[in-house]
C-alpha cells in the first residue's frame, strides 16, 4: 500500500450545481496527488495537496524539451453510490509503455491505483452524476530538472488532477463531421505516436486550427509514410462499419492504443459481431462511401466515450454517412460502455474497478 500524506484544503471550492451540464476539462476539484522522483531515490513523498499553482524553474526541461506523459480516465458514481473506475490497469499500463518510451522512470503500478483510488476518495463528492458526466482524471509526469541541455531529466513529478466533465465535444452525442488531413501528419513509426505525450496533441493543433475553420469538428490523420492508410484523430480513435463489419486501423506505432478502442474490439467479440483491425486506406473508404458499403463512422476515447461521425471530408470529397444519426451499432456501444462504466451493466471481469 503506497504511504500517502493528506494536507486537506481548509477552503474548499464551491462545487458545480447537480443541474449544471457542465463542459469538459475547466473546472478542477479541490485536491491532487503528487509524488516526487530523484535518481538514487526513485518514486517518493507520495502526497495529497489541496489543489494549487506549481512551482517549478523556468528551466525545467518539461518546458524546452517536452518530456512529460499524461494519462486520462474517468470516475462514476453508480445508483447505488458505490465510486466505479472504467479499466483503470490499461491506463496504467500504457502511461508505463509512454514512460518507457519518453525514458521517464516507470511508476509501480499498484502504486500508481493507489494513487488513483486515494485522490478520487478524497474528492468523491465532486463526482457528477447527471448523465453524460463524469469525474475526468488526468494524471501525467513532468521533467522537473533545471537544465537546457538535452539528455532525459533526472528529476520528476507525477500529478494527478481532477475534472468534474460534460461531453468532449459540445455536439455531445450528436454526430461530429471531420476532416481528413492530407497536409500535415501527426506521428510517424519509430516515432512516439504510441505515446501518450504532449508533443502528439501540438503536432495537432495546426491541422485542427484548419478544420475547425472549415466547419469540422476533428482531423483524422493518415498514415506519415504513404499518407494514404487511415490512422486515428488525436483525440479519439476511429471506427468504420463497412458491409456489416466493424473496422479499425491495426496498432501500428503510431497510433494510440485507446482503452476505449479495446472496449470496442472486446464487446465486439463478445457479441459476435464481425470486427477487424487492419490496414484501411483512404480510397478504400471513398469507394465505401460511393457504394453506400460504408454504414457507420464512430470515434472512441476516455474524453470522447463514443462519438459518431456523420460526415467525412478528404479534399473536396464530401461522404456522408447513412442517415446523419447516431447509427445502431455505435448507439449500443455508447450505451454498453456508459452502462458498465456506471455500474449498470455487468462488464467483462476487471473493467470496474471499486474505490
Ligand atoms: C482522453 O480521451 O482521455 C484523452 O486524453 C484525449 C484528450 C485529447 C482529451
Same mark, same amino acid.
Given at each position: 500500500?503506497?504511504?500517502?500524506?493528506?494536507?486537506?484544503?481548509?477552503?474548499?471550492?464551491?462545487?458545480?450545481?447537480?443541474?449544471?451540464?457542465?463542459?469538459?476539462?475547466?473546472?478542477?476539484?479541490?485536491?491532487?496527488?503528487?509524488?516526487?522522483?530523484?535518481?538514487?531515490?526513485?518514486?517518493?513523498?507520495?502526497?495529497?495537496?489541496?489543489?494549487?499553482?506549481?512551482?517549478?524553474?523556468?528551466?525545467?526541461?518539461?518546458?524546452?524539451?517536452?518530456?512529460?506523459?499524461?494519462?486520462?480516465?474517468?470516475?462514476?458514481?453508480?445508483?447505488?453510490?458505490?465510486?466505479?473506475?472504467?479499466?483503470?490497469?490499461?491506463?496504467?499500463?500504457?502511461?508505463?509503455?509512454?514512460?518507457?518510451?519518453?525514458?521517464?522512470?516507470? $511508476?509501480? +503500478?499498484?502504486?500508481?491505483? *493507489?494513487?488513483?483510488? =486515494?485522490?478520487? %476518495?478524497?474528492?468523491?463528492?465532486?463526482?457528477?452524476? !447527471?448523465?453524460?458526466?463524469?469525474?475526468?482524471?488526468?494524471?501525467?509526469?513532468?521533467?522537473?530538472?533545471?537544465?537546457?541541455?538535452?539528455?532525459?531529466?533526472?528529476?520528476?513529478?507525477?500529478?494527478?488532477?481532477?475534472?468534474?466533465?460534460?461531453?468532449?465535444?459540445?455536439?455531445?452525442?450528436?454526430?461530429?463531421?471531420?476532416?481528413?488531413?492530407?497536409?500535415?501528419?501527426?506521428?510517424?513509426?519509430?516515432?512516439?505516436?504510441?505515446?501518450?505525450?504532449?508533443?502528439?496533441?501540438?503536432?495537432?493543433?495546426?491541422?485542427?486550427?484548419?478544420?475547425?475553420?472549415?466547419?469540422?469538428?476533428?482531423?483524422?490523420?493518415?498514415?506519415?509514410?504513404?499518407?494514404?492508410?487511415?490512422?486515428?484523430?488525436?483525440?479519439?480513435?476511429?471506427?468504420?462499419?463497412?458491409?456489416?463489419?466493424?473496422?479499425?486501423?491495426?496498432?501500428?506505432?503510431? $497510433?494510440? +492504443?485507446?482503452?476505449?478502442? *479495446?472496449?470496442?474490439? =472486446?464487446?465486439? %467479440?463478445?457479441?459476435?459481431?464481425?470486427?477487424?483491425? !487492419?490496414?484501411?486506406?483512404?480510397?478504400?473508404?471513398?469507394?465505401?462511401?460511393?457504394?453506400?458499403?460504408?454504414?457507420?463512422?464512430?470515434?472512441?476515447?476516455?474524453?470522447?466515450?463514443?462519438?459518431?461521425?456523420?460526415?467525412?471530408?478528404?479534399?473536396?470529397?464530401?461522404?456522408?454517412?447513412?442517415?446523419?444519426?447516431?447509427?445502431?451499432?455505435?448507439?449500443?456501444?455508447?450505451?454498453?460502455?456508459?452502462?458498465?462504466?456506471?455500474?449498470?451493466?455487468?462488464?467483462?471481469?476487471?473493467?470496474?474497478?471499486?474505490?
Amino acid at each position: 500500500m503506497l504511504d500517502i500524506r493528506v494536507e486537506k484544503t481548509t477552503n474548499p471550492k464551491m462545487k458545480p450545481a447537480e443541474d449544471d451540464p457542465l463542459t469538459f476539462g475547466t473546472i478542477f476539484t479541490d485536491h491532487m496527488f503528487v509524488m516526487d522522483y530523484e535518481e538514487g531515490k526513485g518514486w517518493h513523498d507520495a502526497r495529497i495537496v489541496p489543489f494549487q499553482d506549481l512551482k517549478l524553474s523556468p528551466a525545467a526541461m518539461v518546458f524546452h524539451y517536452g518530456q512529460e506523459m499524461f494519462e486520462g480516465l474517468k470516475a462514476y458514481r453508480s445508483k447505488d453510490g458505490r465510486v466505479l473506475l472504467f479499466r483503470p490497469d490499461k491506463n496504467i499500463e500504457r502511461g508505463n509503455n509512454s514512460n518507457d518510451r519518453l525514458c521517464i522512470p516507470r $511508476i509501480d +503500478p499498484d502504486d500508481f491505483l *493507489d494513487a488513483l483510488k =486515494a485522490v478520487v %476518495k478524497i474528492d468523491a463528492d465532486w463526482i457528477p452524476t !447527471r448523465p453524460g458526466t463524469s469525474l475526468y482524471i488526468r494524471p501525467f509526469v513532468i521533467a522537473t530538472d533545471p537544465f537546457l541541455g538535452v539528455r532525459p531529466s533526472h528529476t520528476y513529478q507525477f500529478i494527478i488532477i481532477m475534472s468534474p466533465s460534460g461531453p468532449y465535444y459540445p455536439e455531445g452525442l450528436d454526430p461530429v463531421k471531420i476532416w481528413i488531413e492530407d497536409e500535415y501528419v501527426r506521428a510517424v513509426r519509430g516515432g512516439i505516436g504510441y505515446a501518450k505525450t504532449g508533443g502528439n496533441y501540438c503536432a495537432s493543433l495546426k491541422s485542427q486550427v484548419k478544420a475547425h475553420d472549415a466547419g469540422y469538428s476533428q482531423v483524422l490523420w493518415l498514415d506519415g509514410v504513404e499518407r494514404k492508410y487511415i490512422e486515428e484523430v488525436g483525440a479519439m480513435n476511429i471506427f468504420f462499419k463497412i458491409n456489416g463489419t466493424v473496422v479499425t486501423p491495426m496498432l501500428n506505432g503510431s $497510433i494510440l +492504443p485507446g482503452v476505449t478502442r *479495446d472496449s470496442v474490439l =472486446a464487446l465486439c %467479440k463478445l457479441w459476435g459481431m464481425p470486427a477487424e483491425e !487492419r490496414k484501411i486506406s483512404v480510397d478504400e473508404l471513398e469507394e465505401a462511401a460511393r457504394s453506400g458499403a460504408l454504414e457507420e463512422v464512430f470515434g472512441s476515447g476516455t474524453a470522447a466515450v463514443i462519438s459518431p461521425v456523420n460526415e467525412l471530408r478528404f479534399g473536396d470529397d464530401v461522404m456522408k454517412i447513412g442517415d446523419g444519426n447516431i447509427g445502431p451499432v455505435s448507439q449500443k456501444l455508447y450505451d454498453t460502455i456508459t452502462g458498465i462504466q456506471l455500474g449498470e451493466i455487468e462488464g467483462p471481469a476487471g473493467w470496474s474497478v471499486e474505490v
